[in-house]
Nanobody, 129 residues
Framework: QVQLVDSGGGLVQAGGSLRLSCVAS????????MGWFRQAPGKDREFLTA????????KYAESVKGRFAISRDNSKNTVYLQMNSLKPEDTAIYYC??????????????????????WGQGTQVTVSS
């Protein structure tokens, strides 16, 4: 059974940092893109960032560019999200996601939800002002 378990969320003051982790089990995602999305109350789930299989290509939403950084460790089947300079508007449930489509080294990872087949259960991030 394929499972993504994301963790690392919590309560942090504005300007602080958090590091989220997502560990995949049941399938090797080293050849596939992985990403992070978030969903705030009353809003749609939005794309944040994604990374291709070889960590050579990444994509970021404008809202987090320069503040968030995605990375992965294929030996651990794990993807990370380092979040710095957090703002109250970053408050949301954060979800990791994994695609089953092959990700070439020179290909940018997808940014749309439909391209991702597996999802973590979500981890709450709350940023206080």
């Amino acid at each position: 059974q394929v499972q993504l378990v994301d963790s690392g969320g919590g309560l942090v003051q504005a300007g602080g940092s958090l590091r989220l982790s997502c560990v995949a089990s049941g399938r090797d995602f080293s050849s596939n893109a992985m990403g992070w999305f978030r969903q705030a109350p009353g809003k749609d789930r939005e794309f944040l960032t994604a990374i291709n299989s070889y960590s050579a290509r990444t994509k970021y939403a404008e809202s987090v560019k320069g503040r968030f950084a995605i990375s992965r460790d294929n030996s651990k089947n794990t993807v990370y999200l380092q979040m710095n300079s957090l703002k109250p508007e970053d408050t949301a449930i954060y979800y990791c996601a994994a695609s089953t489509r092959y990700s070439a080294s020179n290909a940018y990872p997808p940014m749309d939800r439909l391209s991702y087949d597996y999802w973590g259960q979500g981890t709450q991030v709350t940023v206080s002002s």
